[in-house]
């Protein structure tokens, strides 16, 4: 221990131990030490990977991404046929996990939001009710959900043969264990002519927004917004399509010997997988809501009730705004995980990434490397795009400071 | 920065794995026991009973395998595995062979690299649907809901069937066995289609069994058989001579009641006295002790044996003999000779 000098005098050392006793050299070391420990740990699952794959004679390529993937899709957004290629088949699967995804995050905010309301209800009983609905659904693991969701949707409705007449919707839409068949549009000459009149609709409602605000701002008169906006987004297309001489058809689903025929289907894969990921990121984002509320001090509720302002009207202008400022962060990592838990849908068959690029097509080629690393590659661009835009929503809502 | 570096090399000589060994049949003996793939579950081919205990003709054939290595055929480590994680499960080393109602293809044996190492089963795709939907052919199931093992042959097959014939279907992609049974018994799908085997070994499972039929339609050739590590040929060869040592011995008509004489009192038949180690060295060549053959006989009786007991017409199963009687009876079974 030549660094305690027990002699009193200053510590002699030797040259590297001086070194290391320097606080600047020590950090350069350390730092140097971690990277090249981090490059060394890399480096070797880089080489014991490329080393495997040799000893296996497998080689490491894309290609097999351009080859034809011979097996069917039963749920595909874009055309896809047993003919078509492997990136063909990856790209269908994306769009499955992105569409429910998506789905998943519309449906769970809102239920969020209306559940994290309701929790701060002073009406006893609704609090209580939605309180052991969080709990309840939190507290099982998704999966569960997932699978009892999709049991009972198999096992509990009709089967499309012989269907009874509480599942048949005016023989328009039935709801079977095969899924809710429903009529589908087929679009023919002159039906852009509604799309156009639809976006214009939408184009005037938020102007009209902001005149209206406008006017307020200049004269404290308040104009019906909401119902503009929802007569002009009805009603612009519906004139459109009556115009152009009804140029929508609709095809409805028929009875054949084994299925419904035509239309549109949601398939109780879908519907499962949907419903349980909604309901369960719900609950979380419920409790994210009541914290937000919470969190907006008291003093904000008085003073807008002393200006007369409804309980609503509080909430809607004063409370949640602010609260979103608390809402949002926490909202972020909700979403990521509804992306992410979509990958259970291995569990009960629905075509995702995980189950055609990184399942079947895996297995069909022998490319799990490859494969995987699309898989992983998709998650992680879709996790940072969803962060970088709730990010960006985070940004415009925070506290202006003047 | 000398010894900085210094220590980083002695880092990555540390960390320098070797990867995939290449000496399975080395590291089986080391180990004492033989990781083999089944499936997660197919009545009379790879299932538990109520014991827990793995029963079933795959299960027999790991059996079968231990024997022969380690001397012993409950040194088996079970590994179940779906149709997609078969693979995998063999390539990264966490089994060391595949009994599995696999089906022997192109693709797998050159691309996927595996080593197929030959045929256990001779089977092909069928079709079930319940009887009240009075189908007498696939050919009628146009618009019908399909459940499919996922990963499968059966799923390629499938397309390309109903692609060539114009038939119009839904794929319900299924990944195990159980599920199918399951989701086919709720209606979720009017068909289930697997190879036949499967189809009657599922069927045998069902309540009421009469209420559903296999269409005649047989669409795929699916020879099924072990499989083992690309590239690693000592292991290879063990496993495909354990299961030519079964076909054999149903051949010469030993069998596992009279096997222990036959080594006890040696007869003037070469051949089964080179396959039962009583002459010759034909064991050590393989890496082997003297009987291992004797071994696998006594453990799980010849290929006819297991066929009987776990699949054959006396079982819930009820599967004919058919393409998988020996090549002397006008079946496909074969095995090169002891020699």
Known sequence: MSSIDMAGGPPERNPIARLWYDKETRSIIMQILTIVLLLTFFGVIINNAVENLRLLGKTFSFSFLWTEASYDINQHLIEYTSTSTHLRAATVGILNTLLVAVCGIILATILGFIMGVMRLSPNWLINKLVYCVIEFVRNVPVLLHILLVHGLVVHALPQPRGLPDWANFGDLAFLTNRGLFMPSPIFEGGSSAILIAFIAAVGFSWWFKRHAKKIQDDTGRVLPVFWVSVGAIIGLPLVAYLVTGMPIGWEVPQQSTFNLRGGMVIRPEFMALWLALSVYTACFIAEIVRAGILAVSKGQWEASQALGASRGLTLKNVVIPQALRVIVPPLTSQYLNITKNSSLAIAIGYMDVVATIGGISLMQTGKEMETMIIVLMFYLIVSLLISAVMNWFNQRIKLVER | ?339
């Open chain 2, 1 to 339: 920065m000398k010894k900085l570096l210094l220590g980083a090399s002695a880092a990555i000589a540390m960390f320098a794995v070797t990867g995939a060994q290449a000496g399975t049949l080395d590291d089986v003996k080391a180990k004492g026991e033989v990781a083999c793939v089944v499936s997660t579950g197919v009545a009379g081919f790879a299932y538990t009973d109520a014991d827990g205990n793995w029963k079933g003709f795959d299960a027999d054939f790991c059996r079968a395998t231990a024997a022969a290595v380690l001397g012993d055929p409950n040194k088996v480590k079970f590994v179940t595995s779906t149709g997609k994680t078969r693979f995998t499960i063999l390539n990264s080393g966490e089994g060391d062979v595949l009994w599995r109602n696999t089906t022997w293809t192109y693709v797998r044996d050159v691309d996927v690299k595996l080593a197929f190492q030959g045929v256990n089963y001779y089977d092909g795709q069928g079709f079930m649907v319940p009887k009240k939907l009075g189908v007498s052919s696939a050919k009628e199931l146009d618009g019908a809901s399909v459940c499919i093992q996922t990963g499968t042959t059966t799923e390629l097959n499938l397309a390309d069937y109903f692609r060539s014939n114009g038939i119009k279907y839904e794929p319900v992609p299924i990944e195990t066995n159980d599920e199918a049974r399951t989701n086919y018994l709720a209606g979720r799908c009017d068909v289930y289609t697997t190879d036949a085997s499967g189809l009657a070994a599922t069927r045998s499972t069902f309540e009421a069994p009469g209420d559903h039929v296999l269409l005649p339609e047989i669409i795929s050739k699916e020879p099924l058989g072990p499989a083992t590590r690309h590239g690693d040929d000592n292991w290879s060869d063990v496993v495909r001579w354990v299961l030519n040592a079964t076909v054999t011995a149903e051949e010469l008509g030993v069998t596992q009641a009279n096997v222990d004489d036959m080594v006890k009192n040696p007869g003037k038949n070469s051949e089964i006295n080179r396959l039962l180690g009583t002459e010759g060295e034909l064991g050590a060549m393989l890496g082997l002790n003297k009987d291992w053959a004797h071994q696998v006989i006594k453990a799980v009786g010849n290929y006819g044996e297991i066929f009987e007991r776990n699949i054959g017409p006396k079982t819930p199963i009820g599967l004919e003999r058919g393409l998988n009687a020996l090549w002397s009876q006008g079946g496909l079974i074969y095995s090169p000779p002891f020699r």
